[in-house]
């Protein structure tokens, strides 16, 4: 099916709105820790499990550039075991990065993280649009790269997390607080998410809509791999 995505008309789907919808809000829905949040952390003493859950899980319901990656992975996924597996090569990638980026103090650049992170949306909307079979007649394993790039979004992660003052005392607890709230979030937006894409399925026109689907989703990792390099070149906030 996905080989031949390339080749059909494409209309408007729901789901297409909903990408343009998430970088339309741009900024407005950027997933940094800021204003009372970022207060909050800098005024924390100590373990602190509740509101760090609550920090992970809104840090993940916000993050536009995570939840359009997830989109990708599952759109052509149609049994829950396989969305369980690829969910879960996910979450142990980004789960690893971002303990290993915070309390290992592993320093990387917030805006190349985050260029790497639009890439992911863009390679895994061509993946679906069967680009990669069809222009170079192989097939990149989907769920190493599934993981790698859950990997890279752990740091991404990790760079929110890092540009706050957060104390030592009680660190473990709150990150790894804070990485269970992250997974309370994705499996929030993952609900939605699966239960938008079972809606669609059952129009007959859903097969025409994959393509105009992807596309944007595509289009969106590109939109979002130049607002980084931007903010990279001209110091743009993130």
Known sequence: MKASLLKGPGRLPLGAVLVLALLAAGPALAHGIGGKDAAFVAATTGPDVIPFLYLG??????????????LGVIFFLYRMKDVALYVTLFSVGHSLTLLAGVLGQIAVNPYLVDAVIGLSVAYKAFDNLGGFRTLFGVQPDPRAATFGFGLIHGFGLATKLQ?????????????LSFNVGVEIGQMIALTFMLALIMVLRTLP???????????????????????QLGGLVYGDPA
């Not at 994959?210 to 969106?220: F, G, T």
């Open 57 to 70: 899980a809104k840090h993940m319901v916000t993050g536009y550039d995570h939840l359009l990656f997830i």
């Open 163 to 175: 540009a706050l003052e957060l104390p030592p005392n009680g660190l473990i607890i709150n990150m």
């Open 205 to 227: 026109a859903y097969r025409r809509m994959c393509v105009a689907a992807n596309v944007l989703l595509m289009l969106a990792g590109f939109v979002l791999i130049g607002f």
